[in-house]
């Protein structure tokens, strides 16, 4: 099977699929354990009693989100485990790549609260929102966008 230059078979083709989500995972799961981390201690900070009904909201909003984005990001490992030596490499890299891409949106709802809340505190309610719609504009751009233009040129 030749495609894009290759030629291996389709579980070549899967195996190496695999491997290559795998490294993105270890990427994603790095960086959403450390917000979900962060996200977890705010609590137990002194001025966490200080935030207004609306942070209150948001923050707990970007931990269920936070929480979820990692729980997506480990679950394409989960399916694998469970499926492991089943046959069904195909299917558990199909299944994980579209489990990945949902974590992806997740995670750019995650990271563009998280900044929202910051800013909000910090500076103010609309400094935040200000903030909070230029990140996700920029991971948009960066996660949708790009790859677009890309598969468009391609």
């Known amino acids: 099977m030749e495609t894009d230059g290759r030629t291996e078979t ?4 899967a195996d190496r699929n695999w491997s290559e989500l795998l490294q993105e995972l270890r ?5 959403t354990q450390i917000l979900t981390g962060f996200l977890l201690t705010l609590p137990f900070q002194s001025r966490f009693a200080d935030l207004d009904e609306y942070q209150r909201l948001v923050y707990l909003a970007l931990v269920v989100t936070a929480v979820l984005a990692t729980a997506l990001i480990l679950a394409p490992v989960s399916v694998h485990r469970s499926l492991f ?5 195909r299917s558990v890299v199909t299944v994980g790549d579209r489990i990945t891409r949902v974590a992806l949106g997740v995670l750019a709802l995650a990271v563009t609260g998280t900044a ?11 400094a935040g929102l200000v903030v909070g ?3 996700l504009a920029v991971m948009v751009a960066l996660w949708v966008v790009l790859p677009e233009v890309l598969r468009r040129r391609d």
């Open 27 to 31: 990427v994603m799961q790095t960086g």
């Open 133 to 135: 719609g230029c990140v």
């Open 116 to 126: 929202l809340l910051v800013f909000d505190v910090v500076v103010g309610r609309t």
């Open 10 to 13: 389709p579980t070549e083709r």
């Open 85 to 89: 030596q089943r046959q069904l490499k």
